[in-house]
């Protein structure tokens, strides 16, 4: 059985769903790289069939902002979601507003959906109708995309879980703290 470690307090479907995230944008961004890396994941339209090199810094910078954006989603359902952690100078301890991940986190996820939108139009208007590339690559090309569909709901979902979790919540104590109080 899979151990997923979170707060205690958060439900099993919200760690879950958290953890799904960078799962669902890794085949995306395992494809840009391909891509990148000269495979023939797709018929290139440029000249020579290659990519350049500003162009390949961009699809790689995207993989990894997508990936690490993805890897935020932890947040929501790991400590260091709700306070900051210790090693980080000048906020290390302090107690994390839930706004300050719910406003992002939806916000993302409203930009999330608009690209989702804007494929689906893209699509039937017939504005994407420029790939070239064999039926294999063009499955291969859509196995690795279709996941990213299920991010915005994700995100969504976990962070409504964290938002009812923390609203209203009382501020943690700190054990040492309470420790210094105790024994005035």
Known sequence: MLKVSALPN???????????????????????????????VLELPTEGGTIGVGESLYIVSLSLV???????????VRPWGE????????????RI????????????????L???GWF???????????LTGSPAQKALLTVCYVPLLAWAPLLIAVTVAYHRRRAGAPAPQDPQKQGLLARR
């Not at 689906?120 to 420029?130: E, F, I, R, S, V």
């Open 10 to 40: 958060v439900p099993r479907w919200a760690v879950l769903a958290a953890h799904a995230v960078p799962l669902i944008t890794l085949p995306s961004g395992l494809w840009r790289l391909a891509l990148v890396a000269g495979l023939p």
């Open 66 to 76: 997508s990936e690490a954006l993805a890897l935020l989603t932890l947040g929501l």
């Open 83 to 94: 306070t900051v952690p210790r090693w980080i100078p000048l906020l290390g301890g302090r």
């Open 97 to 112: 507003p839930p706004l300050a991940a719910v406003i992002p986190a939806l916000t993302g996820a409203a930009g999330l």
């Open 114 to 116: 608009g690209l989702v």
């Open 120 to 130: 689906t139009y893209a699509q039937y208007a017939g504005l994407g109708d420029g």
